[in-house]
C-alpha cells in the first residue's frame, strides 16, 4: 500500500480549437500527477460525440492514430486514481451518455458524499448502473430530468448533489463547467486565442500556451459555445473550503491553486515550520519531491543551508518484483536514495509533507542514519493526518494512520527519529492565506468536516468501511 495520501483525478476541457483533442492530451499530460490509472478523451465536431478511454498513463492511452479518432473543436479529458469504484475500465471516464437532452460526456473531480443514497433510491425506480463510479449518479439525475433544456436540466440535477465536485461536461455544442458551492477542488479557466479552456490546474494551461484568466467560482456554472462564454450561479453560497491539500501536498508547485501559488504556498509553510519547530541541525534535506518547497523554505527561514540528501528515481513504475529470500528487501531504497557525502557525520533535518502510516518514514529515516547521519530531524509541513477524507482524496483506514492512535512522541519512536514535529493547525492556515475570501478544508487534520456524511456511499464505501474499522 502506497504511504501517501493521494488525489482522485484531474480535469481538463477546450472549446474552440481545431486540434482539441491533441490539447486536450497535453494538458492531460500536466495534469498526469492527479491520477495515473486511467486516461479518457470526449471529443464532439459539433454533430456528435467520440470517446477514447484506456487505463494506464496518458502517455500509454493515446497515441496519433487514436488522436485522429476524436475529431472536432471541442474536448474534455480526464486522468484517474482509483479511488471511488474499482480500478476498471468502466469506471475510467469521460463517461457518455445519450438521452432525451441529447448526448453528454462527463468528467469530475472530487467525490459525492449523498450518492449511495440517491443511487439507491435511483436503482428502486428502476435505473441501471453501469459503474460502481459516484459520477454516473449524476447523469442519470441528469437524464431523467423533465427540464427542457440541457442548463436547466443540469442545475436540477447538480442540485440534489452535495460533496466535492469539480466537473467538466461536452454536449455537442457545449462546454459546460460546474464547481461546487463549497469550492473543494480547483478548477481554472484559460484561453488560448478564442479558445477557452477549462482545467484543474494552470500548470495544464503553460503547457499548451494559454493564459491563466480566473478561477471557475465556487458555485458557479460557465456554459461555453457558439454564443461566447456565459456565467449563472444557481445554486446558492456556502463556505468555503478549499483542500488545504492541495498546497501541502497534491497540486504541481508551478500551479497556481485557489488564486495562489502552490510553490509560495511551500515555502511558506517551510519557513512557519522552522519558526515554530527549529531544530539544531547542520543540513536540511527534502523528502523527494512533495518535500521541496518546504525544505528550502525551513532552510531560508533557519539559515541551515539545504542540500540534496536523498535522490529520487523517477522510472519506478507502481510495482516492481522483489529479490528472493535471503537478499534484502529493495523497499523504499527503489524509489531513494541517500548522498553520502552530503549526510555523513551531520546533523539532518529532513523535511517531508505529511505521514499516513509511518512505515515509509521510518526506513528514510533509517536509510539517512546508515548513511552516516549524526542525528536525523523530522519536520512536517502539515499537522497531524488523524482522519479520512470523504471529498475525493484516497486515505487509508483511521486505524493505518498513525496520528489518529498515537502522540507525536510515540511516531516520533516508530519512525526512530531523533526529533519529530509538526506545523500547527494555525500555522498551515498562515501558510496558505487562509482568510474570508479564501477559506480552507482541513478536515483530515482537524475532524470538522465542512459537508457532513450521512449515509455510506457506494463510491466511498471503502473509505466509509476503512474509517470504522
Ligand atoms: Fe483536503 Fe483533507 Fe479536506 Fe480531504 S479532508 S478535502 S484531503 S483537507
Redesign the pocket.
Known amino acids: 500500500m502506497p504511504d501517501k ?1 493521494h488525489e482522485e483525478c484531474g480535469v481538463f476541457g477546450i472549446y474552440g480549437q481545431p486540434e482539441a483533442a491533441t490539447m486536450a492530451y497535453l494538458g492531460l499530460y500536466a495534469l498526469q500527477h492527479r491520477g495515473q490509472e486511467s486516461a479518457g478523451i470526449a471529443t464532439s465536431d459539433g454533430v456528435k460525440l467520440q470517446v477514447s478511454r484506456s487505463m494506464g498513463y496518458v502517455a500509454d492511452s493515446f497515441d496519433a492514430a487514436t488522436l485522429a479518432s476524436l475529431p472536432g473543436g471541442t474536448a474534455i479529458g480526464h486522468v484517474r486514481y482509483s479511488t471511488a469504484g474499482e480500478s476498471r475500465l468502466q469506471n475510467a471516464q469521460p463517461f457518455v451518455i445519450d438521452c432525451v437532452h441529447g448526448e453528454i460526456a462527463i468528467c469530475h473531480n472530487g467525490n459525492l458524499v449523498n450518492a449511495q443514497e440517491l443511487r439507491d433510491e435511483l436503482v428502486r425506480q428502476g435505473s441501471i448502473f453501469q459503474t460502481t463510479s459516484d459520477t454516473e449518479v449524476l447523469l442519470h439525475l441528469y437524464a431523467r430530468s423533465k427540464a427542457a433544456s440541457v442548463e436547466a436540466a443540469l442545475v436540477e440535477s447538480v442540485s440534489q448533489v452535495r460533496g ?1 465536485f469539480s466537473l467538466v461536461l461536452l454536449t455537442k455544442d457545449l462546454l459546460i463547467a460546474v464547481r461546487d458551492p463549497h469550492g ?2 480547483p478548477l481554472a479557466l484559460g484561453r488560448l486565442g478564442d479558445a477557452f479552456i477549462v482545467c484543474s490546474e494552470t500548470c495544464a494551461l503553460d503547457l499548451i500556451g494559454a493564459t491563466y484568466e480566473r478561477d471557475v467560482e465556487p458555485g458557479e456554472v460557465l456554459l461555453i459555445g457558439a454564443h461566447g462564454m456565459r456565467s449563472i450561479k444557481p445554486f446558492g453560497t456556502a463556505r468555503l ?1 478549499h ?4 498546497h501541502v501536498y497534491f497540486a504541481r508547485p508551478d500551479s497556481l491553486v485557489f488564486g495562489r501559488t502552490v510553490l509560495e504556498s511551500r515555502l511558506q509553510l517551510g519557513r512557519q515550520l522552522a519558526r515554530e519547530a527549529p531544530a539544531d541541525a547542520d543540513v536540511v534535506c527534502p523528502v523527494p519531491d512533495s518535500g521541496m518547497g518546504a525544505a528550502l523554505g525551513f532552510a531560508r527561514e533557519s539559515g541551515l543551508p539545504f542540500e540534496w540528501g536523498l535522490i529520487r528515481n523517477h522510472y519506478v513504475g507502481r510495482t516492481f518484483i522483489q529479490p528472493r529470500q535471503g537478499q534484502r528487501s529493495v523497499g523504499v531504497k527503489i524509489k531513494l536514495n541517500p548522498v553520502r557525502q552530503v549526510i555523513e557525520g551531520r546533523r539532518v533535518v529532513l523535511i517531508d509533507d505529511s505521514i499516513v502510516r509511518g512505515t515509509t518514514s521510518r526506513k528514510i529515516v533509517r536509510m539517512v542514519r546508515d548513511a552516516g547521519a549524526r542525528e536525523v530531524h523530522m519536520r512536517i509541513s502539515s499537522p497531524p493526518t488523524t ?7 484516497d ?1 487509508p483506514l483511521r486505524s493505518e494512520l498513525i496520528a489518529s492512535s498515537h502522540s507525536v512522541d510515540e511516531i516520533r519512536r516508530f519512525i526512530e527519529a531523533d526529533s519529530l514535529a509538526y506545523l500547527s493547525h494555525e500555522g498551515l492556515l498562515a501558510a496558505v492565506g487562509d482568510d474570508a475570501d479564501r477559506r ?6 482537524s475532524g470538522r ?2 459537508v457532513a456524511v450521512t449515509v455510506p456511499d457506494a463510491s466511498q464505501l471503502r473509505l466509509f468501511e476503512k474509517a470504522r474499522a
Open positions: 495520501l466535492a473543494f477542488r473550503a483542500c488545504v491539500f492541495e482522519g479520512p477524507c470523504y471529498y475525493g482524496i486515505t480552507h478544508c482541513t478536515a483530515c487534520f468536516y465542512p
